[in-house]
């Protein structure tokens, strides 16, 4: 399974990255990652999401949803592998209420008939 972790970090809006979860929650990124040994969810840092697609995938994902916003973000896509490692995670139910930000609900659009 291919995973990206990507970073954005919003240029003069720090206040805004619930905005940025609305829009990239219903294009399959996640906030939280599943431990390899222990199974628990962890919680990432405010601004770093998982997605599983590669990273071309990811960032073209991640610049849509930031330009469905206002404002500028820098953007870093990190695909994940063995090597990629975290510490000093919070589980996901320990996380700081600040942090907590829960999934939108994805948005589901019908074709229109013609």
């Known amino acids: 399974m291919v995973r990206t972790f990507v970073q954005v970090e ?13 829009a990239l929650g219903p294009l399959g990124f996640s906030r939280t990652i599943t431990g390899r040994k222990t199974g628990k969810e962890f919680r990432l840092p405010v601004g770093l999401y998982a997605i599983s697609k590669p990273a071309d995938e990811a960032l073209a994902l991640t610049k849509q949803a930031v330009a469905s916003g206002q404002g500028e973000a820098r953007i870093f896509c990190i695909p994940a592998g063995k090597g990629v490692r975290f510490g000093n995670l919070q589980d996901d139910d320990e996380a700081a209420e600040d942090e907590v930000l829960t999934a939108p609900i994805p948005v589901v659009t019908k074709p229109a008939r013609i």
């Open 10 to 22: 919003l240029v003069g809006h720090d206040d805004v990255y619930a905005t940025l979860w609305n």
